[in-house]
């Protein structure tokens, strides 16, 4: 939940570090979603990083 509206980016890294994708989006005052279409990368695992003003957020995702 943001607290205050902020601009956010988010960034998909592979297995070996490599930036698949990234993706800036601005932020309300709450709850956020984001869609990331993954349709073109293959199965494998990934990292999803959250990067706002008030730090990180990495979570692991894997696609199968």
Same mark, same amino acid.
């Given at each position: 939940? &943001? %607290?205050?509206?902020? !601009?956010? @980016?988010?960034?998909? &890294?592979?297995? $070996? +570090?490599?930036?698949?994708? %990234?993706? %800036?989006? +601005? @932020?309300?005052?709450?709850?956020? !979603? #984001?869609?990331?279409? $993954?349709?073109?990368?293959? !199965?494998?695992?990934?990292?999803?990083?959250?990067?706002?003003?008030?730090? #990180?957020?990495?979570?692991?995702? #894997?696609?199968?």
């Amino acid at each position: 939940n &943001m %607290e205050t509206a902020q !601009n956010c @980016s988010l960034k998909l &890294m592979n297995a $070996l +570090g490599q930036c698949v994708k %990234e993706l %800036e989006h +601005g @932020s309300i005052i709450g709850q956020n !979603n #984001v869609q990331v279409a $993954l349709d073109n990368l293959p !199965n494998g695992t990934y990292w999803v990083q959250l990067f706002t003003p008030t730090g #990180v957020l990495t979570r692991k995702l #894997v696609k199968q």
